[in-house]
């Protein structure tokens, strides 16, 4: 009898495997686009698209599981009476190639979107997604998952984990949707040998002596639990943000958003979600143009402090996965590291 929890996929069954599932489900993967940036894109045609894993996708799974955009709900009225219509049911999507950092991320979006009210929206997307993650043997240059917690493997969350053993991938089930492909599609794996094992845990360690940046999370997370960050810090990292919205956007894990009615005529409308970023100045904006947030000391201190201060209270670890996604996109050089070694440099204390 084989075990399901744990298989060995060959290389070479990799495509044909992802061919089977992509006739059942949406495939989204990372892929090279023609400007050289690598995006997670939806994948039609397997055999002229060229999956890239050797790059740090761009982009996370947010603008799928979160859109930029969407309807919540269209809504009529009739006679006084509004009526709700919910958006229509989501199609089955297999993600493939997700780095720990980026499944970590979601873990956290079904965090938030489920108290303290469940949010259908969201959940009706996830729940049709199989998130097949793969643990990294080398981190990117900017990467500091294993300082948040978030890799560079997982122990759980994810449907399927794959480690690349050279020729061969180690493939983890930690969900039923994950245990249910092994099952289905059985003949492309074979079972675990000891060697097998023993590689990956060698490989696990090397990967964790590759880590080129030393950045104290819970250091600062503990920190900032019992002191004030001193004006001085907010004052020079924020007169260094041009408010260019770019580390929320990329950021896996910033999931502020507002609520608009769109009307499309005297009798119907659209209830639209559209990402927002409490580093945008228009955030706290009120009605009449007064900002009750001084901008100059306050613009990235909420961004920081709910990523660290207030979930690592509440939930035991920060909201920062480590991807190192605002170090690569900050101009100013106002990313989260540096936020870190600021306070951990002595300056709170
Ligand atoms: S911190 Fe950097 S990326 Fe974020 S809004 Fe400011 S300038 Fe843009
Ligand atoms: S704060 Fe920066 S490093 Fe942390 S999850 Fe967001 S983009 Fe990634």
Same mark, same amino acid.
Request: one cysteine or more; a negative charge.
């Given at each position: 009898?084989?075990? +399901?929890?744990?298989?060995?996929?060959?290389?070479d069954?990799?495509?044909?495997?992802?061919?089977?599932?992509?006739?059942?489900?949406?495939?989204?993967?990372?892929?090279?686009?023609?400007?050289?940036?690598?995006?997670?894109?939806?994948?039609?045609? +397997?055999?002229?698209?060229k999956?890239?894993?050797?790059?740090?996708?761009?982009?996370?799974?947010?603008?799928?599981?979160?859109?930029?955009?969407?309807?919540?709900?269209?809504?009529?009225?009739?006679?006084?009476?509004?009526?709700?219509?919910?958006?229509?049911?989501?199609?089955?999507?297999?993600?493939?190639?997700?780095?720990?950092?980026?499944?970590?991320?979601? $873990?956290?979006? *079904?965090?938030?979107?489920?108290?303290?009210?469940?949010?259908?929206?969201?959940?009706?997307?996830?729940?049709?997604?199989?998130?097949?993650?793969?643990?990294?043997?080398?981190?990117?240059?900017?990467?500091?998952?294993?300082?948040? =917690?978030?890799?560079? #493997? $997982?122990?759980?969350?994810?449907?399927?984990?794959?480690?690349?053993?050279g020729?061969?991938?180690? @493939?983890?089930? =930690?969900?039923?949707?994950?245990?249910?492909?092994?099952?289905?599609?059985? #003949?492309?794996?074979?079972?675990?040998?000891?060697?097998?094992?023993?590689?990956r845990?060698?490989?696990? $360690?090397?990967?964790?002596?590759?880590?080129?940046?030393?950045?104290?999370?819970?250091?600062?997370?503990?920190? $900032?639990?019992?002191?004030? @960050?001193?004006?001085i810090?907010l004052?020079?990292?924020s007169?260094?943000?041009?408010?260019?919205?770019?580390?929320? #956007?990329?950021?896996?894990?910033?999931t502020?958003?507002?609520? *608009?009615?769109?009307?499309?005529?005297e009798?119907?409308?659209?209830?639209?979600?559209?990402?927002?970023?409490?580093?945008?100045?228009?955030?706290?904006?009120?009605?009449?143009?007064?900002n009750?947030? *001084?901008? %100059?000391r306050?613009?990235?201190?909420? %961004?920081?402090?709910?990523?660290?201060?207030?979930?690592?209270?509440?939930?035991?670890?920060?909201?920062?996965?480590?991807? =190192?996604?605002?170090?690569?996109i900050?101009?100013?050089?106002?990313?989260?590291?540096?936020?870190?070694?600021?306070?951990?440099?002595?300056?709170?204390?």
């Open positions: 009898m084989i075990d +399901l929890k744990e298989l060995i996929l060959p290389k069954n990799l495509i044909p495997l992802l061919r089977k599932l992509g006739k059942e489900a949406r495939l989204i993967a990372p892929v090279k686009n023609d400007y050289g940036d690598t995006l997670f894109t939806e994948i039609s045609d +397997l055999d002229t698209v999956i890239d894993l050797d790059n740090q996708p761009q982009s996370s799974l947010k603008p799928f599981l979160l859109p930029q955009q969407e309807t919540l709900a269209r809504y009529s009225i009739d006679h006084g009476e509004y009526t709700f219509t919910p958006p229509e049911t989501e199609q089955p999507t297999i993600y493939y190639g997700v780095r720990s950092c980026d499944l970590t991320a979601v $873990l956290y979006m *079904d965090l938030i979107f489920s108290k303290p009210s469940r949010d259908t929206t969201y959940f009706a997307r996830r729940n049709q997604s199989l998130i097949i993650t793969l643990g990294c043997n080398a981190p990117f240059a900017n990467c500091f998952c294993e300082a948040t =917690g978030s890799g560079p #493997y $997982l122990d759980f969350g994810y449907g399927l984990q794959f480690i690349d053993l020729d061969r991938y180690y @493939v983890s089930a =930690g969900r039923r949707k994950g245990a249910d492909v092994l099952e289905k599609w059985g #003949y492309f794996f074979r079972e675990v040998q000891e060697e097998d094992e023993e590689i845990y060698q490989l696990f $360690l090397e990967a964790r002596g590759k880590f080129t940046r030393n950045v104290q999370v819970n250091h600062a997370c503990r920190l $900032l639990q019992k002191h004030p @960050v001193p004006e810090i004052e020079k990292l007169s260094r943000c041009y408010d260019c919205g770019g580390c929320a #956007y990329v950021c896996p894990t910033c502020c958003f507002s609520v *608009d009615d769109m009307i499309l005529d009798t119907q409308g659209l209830r639209l979600r559209s990402w927002d970023a409490c580093t945008s100045s228009g955030f706290t904006r009120m009605a009449g143009g007064h009750p947030v *001084d901008r %100059r306050h613009a990235l201190k909420r %961004r920081f402090l709910h990523k660290l201060k207030d979930d690592f209270a509440r939930h035991g670890k920060p909201s920062c996965t480590g991807c =190192g996604r605002c170090i690569d900050c101009f100013g050089g106002v990313d989260i590291t540096t936020f870190i070694d600021l306070v951990t440099a002595g300056e709170v204390s």
